[in-house]
Structures are given as structure tokens and as C-alpha cells.
């Protein structure tokens, strides 16, 4: 579960460009969780979100569609288990933590 949230960090980095589709989707659903119970993303993690997004050419697809995929909802479910608190700790290990508010 710690590579999941990793990898969900790792969205907001500049490492984007080695993550999987798959991947990406498990990512927003963790920033899905994130920006829904936490305190969401910063304006820079957002522009970093959404430049992953063009990078895999999901960004002509609503975040919402994407967010159905099933890898989304595993990513999202994983956040859930760290819980807020947990995520932020995880993402401030890894160095990302300016991303998030």
C-alpha cells in the first residue's frame, strides 16, 4: 500500500513522466480523496496534476470518468486507509509535501 500512496505522491513531482496510465489513475484517485477529506492540492500541485493528465492523454477525458476507473477507486480507497494526517506525513517523507496544502 505504501508504493500506491508513493506513487500517488510522486503525481505531484517531477518523476510524473515514469508513471503508467494505471498508474495515473490510481493517483487521482488519491488526490480524489485528498482534495475531498484533506485540505486539497496547491495551486502548484494542481498544474503539476494536470500537465500528468496531457502527458498521458487523459486530459481530453473529465477527471470525474477518469475517477470511475476502477484503479482510480483502488488508489482512492488506499488514501482513505492512510487517512488525511497519513498521506500528508507520507508525502513530506517523500519530498512532495509543498504540493499539498
Not at 88 to 99: F, I, L, V
Amino acid at each position: 500500500m505504501r508504493k500506491i500512496l508513493i506513487a500517488t505522491l510522486m503525481t505531484l513531482s517531477t518523476i510524473l513522466h515514469a508513471l503508467s496510465p494505471n498508474e495515473m489513475l490510481v493517483v487521482i484517485g488519491a488526490v480524489k480523496f485528498y482534495n475531498e477529506n484533506c485540505g486539497g492540492l496547491t495551486q502548484t500541485g494542481i498544474k503539476k496534476m494536470n500537465n500528468s493528465l496531457e502527458h498521458f492523454d487523459m486530459d481530453n477525458t473529465p477527471v470525474a470518468v477518469l475517477e470511475r476507473s476502477k484503479m482510480a477507486f483502488s488508489g482512492y480507497q488506499t488514501a482513505k486507509k492512510f487517512g488525511c494526517l497519513g498521506t500528508k506525513n507520507e508525502a513530506n517523507k517523500a519530498g512532495y509535501g509543498k504540493y499539498i496544502n
